[in-house]
């Protein structure tokens, strides 16, 4: 089972920023938070990672609190094309690798 | 190309019938799953392998095979398929354990 949980949809003005919640009150102290993004019925695409620092890249921020049990993916300027399905997943990693494990997402409109 | 890709992109099978979908990837990941995508859902885990030769069951493995004889190919089989089968089905794939996943296009497949 997904080991995130997230809201169901969520509506943004375009232009603002959006933020994303997502709760992993189960995380262990080794395992990151990751966030993907699905465009209509395209292939996922990943947005950004982290373990326990605050992570910023060219598409989005990641704000990880300090108990590690929740996190918010920030949007800074939302735009149409950012309209998508969000996944928040937790990575279960080990030698044998890692079962990805995505829940059901966070279904983002941007609102013109 | 670099990249990962699926084939076929679109494929119509008949109850019963066996068919297999391909994979490849030109990285030399490690690591490739295989996910099914509903309509209207998530994406669940079938199988996923973290080297050649070394498979293991996902969250939905059931009526699925796979295989990885070589470390860029990774086929789903469906030895028998069913109507429930229909699906869009995603290859992934990720070089080291806690790094970016990587997706395919998706082969959309429908079972009649």
Known sequence: DAKTTQP???DCAEGRAANLPCNHSTISGNEYVYWYRQIHSQGPQYIIHGL?????????????????????LIL???????????????????WWGDKIIFGKGTRLHILP | ??????????????TGRQVTLM??????????????????????????????????????PDGYVVSRSKTENFPLTLESATRS???????????????????GQGTRLTVV
């Open chain 2, 1 to 14: 190309d670099a990249g990962i890709t699926q084939s076929p992109r679109y494929k119509i099978t008949e």
């Open chain 2, 23 to 60: 994979c490849h990837q030109t990285w030399s990941h490690s690591y490739m799953f295989w996910y099914r995508q509903d309509l209207g859902h998530g994406l669940r885990l079938i199988y996923y392998s973290a080297a050649a030769d070394i498979t293991d069951k996902g969250e939905v």
């Open chain 1, 52 to 72: 326990k620092n605050n992570e910023t890249n060219e598409m989005a921020s990641l704000i990880i609190t300090e108990d590690r049990k929740s996190s918010t």
């Open chain 1, 8 to 10: 169901t949809s969520m």
């Open chain 1, 76 to 94: 800074p300027h939302a735009t149409l094309r950012d309209t998508a399905v969000y996944y928040c997943i937790v990575r279960v990693g080990g």
């Open chain 2, 85 to 103: 089968q229909t699906s869009v089905y995603f290859c992934a794939t990720t070089g080291q354990v806690n790094t970016e996943a990587f997706f």
